[in-house]
């Protein structure tokens, strides 16, 4: 155990942080917590030149700034304003837009690192995905190297686990962005950030659909306007995992639907139908509360019978022919 984990008790919260870039100092029994910090601060040479308005928590700082500072040295954020929300795998933050990408805010997703974060239980979603690597390729399964490694879990192999599902968000968001759904547009990625189009203003993120309440006489044209985007999904091939009213924000009279890390893909995963019933319950729960009714099994088999299974007849049939 490295000793500069003693330093953590007064923030629990990021206290792990420390850990993820080990500081290139040597740390001597008489220092006190904020004399490590000010080295690590300096080890990563980010303070410079980025100094956000929005001042974390020290340890938090480290890792914000080491995983920002590329977006800064880009020109594509000049501030971090203010944390919108932390969630169990990252965190979200209110950022300024330099002036000459034409944007004012923009949200960055931080992803915890790697070894603190707190994945959903992922295997039903992974199972038949392809891995991506940081290039957004598909990962070969004869790639006997990067194969292993995942298998063995070893910290190369995790991190390529990792990279993947981050991936998996922003390409889903790109393709989908660019079908017309309501999704934030995406601008950039590294291996932990995600920076997208943000929702809300300069003193407010969007809600979600659970702590906002819509106008009664327009809960049937918001329930419709998920629909359309499951379908939009469904047409890519496509099930979102995890929708509820969670992840739908309501700003500005609209509907933005988020977080994506565990879409599925209709013709590779064995669970994608269930998944999908279980999106569709949850969304149609949420809309009967304004007493908007609907039947969520009879939508799930109507858009499984016209998207997937048309699909799945042409996976099998290419199945055949290359036998
Ligand atoms: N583009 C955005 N604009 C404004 N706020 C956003 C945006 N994306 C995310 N948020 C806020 O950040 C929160 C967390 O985002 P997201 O759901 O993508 O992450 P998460 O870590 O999976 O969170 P959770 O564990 O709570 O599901 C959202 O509930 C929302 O309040
Ligand atoms: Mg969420």
Known sequence: MPRYREITDDNE????????????????????????????VEATGLEDGFNPTFQPAKYEKVWLLSSLGVFYEQHLINDVLAQVKGGKEATVYRCMAYPETGLELVAAKVYRPRQFRNLRNDKMYREGREMLTGE?????????RIMRAIGKKTTFGEQVQHTSWLLYEYTTLEKLHAAGAAVPQPFAVSDNVIVMEYRGDYHRAAPTLQESVLPQNQAQAFFEEVLRNI???????????????????????????????????????????FILERDLKRVCEYFDRYDVKSDWFKL?????????????????LLADLSE
């Open 13 to 40: 919260d990021y206290s792990d942080y420390v850990q993820v870039r080990p500081p290139k100092v040597q740390l001597g029994p008489k220092k006190t917590p904020s004399e490590i910090l000010g080295e690590i």
């Open 136 to 144: 957004g390729r598909a990962i070969k399964r004869t790639d006997h």
């Open 231 to 273: 379908e939009l999904m469904l047409q890519h091939g496509l099930v979102h995992g995890d929708l509820s009213a969670y992840n739908i924000l309501y700003w500005d009279n609209r509907l933005t639907l988020i977080d994506f890390p565990q879409v599925t893909d209709i013709r590779s995963n064995p669970n994608a139908r």
């Open 300 to 316: 799930a088999k109507d858009f499984w019978e016209k998207y997937a299974e048309p699909e799945l007849e042409v996976e099998n």
